[in-house]
């Protein structure tokens, strides 16, 4: 059964710092190109990154310059470090694969930055 467990969200003021971490269960992870996804209050769901198996990354143009996405396929987990964050980075942080998003979503984990 598939599976995406989602952590590492905190409240942090802006400025600081967090990394994200998407544990996925199943045998599609490591040949998969895995996103994370972030829906604002208010605002429909949006692609912050991607990678792709061999890790080549991709980012919105909102987080370039302050995330980095990785993965290890071994631990079938994938990550998200983002820095100087912003209170506009506020959300729910969710993974997926890419681009069509057709994994069961898992509960997300909330970003809050303040200002």
């Known amino acids: 059964q598939v599976q995406l467990v989602e952590s590492g969200g905190d409240l942090v003021q802006a400025g600081g710092s967090l990394r994200l971490s998407c544990a996925a269960s199943g045998s599609f992870f490591s040949s998969s190109v895995m996103a994370w996804y972030r829906r604002a209050p208010g605002k429909q769901r949006e692609l912050v990154a991607f990678?792709?198996?061999?890790?080549?990354?991709n980012y919105a143009d909102s987080v370039k310059g302050r995330a980095t996405i990785s993965r290890d396929n071994a631990k079938n987990t994938m990550y998200l470090q983002m820095n100087s964050l912003k209170p506009e980075d506020t959300g729910v942080y969710y993974c997926n694969n890419f681009p069509w998003g057709n994994r069961p979503w898992g509960q997300g984990t909330q970003v809050t930055v303040s200002s």
């Open positions: 990678i792709t198996s061999g890790g080549v990354t």
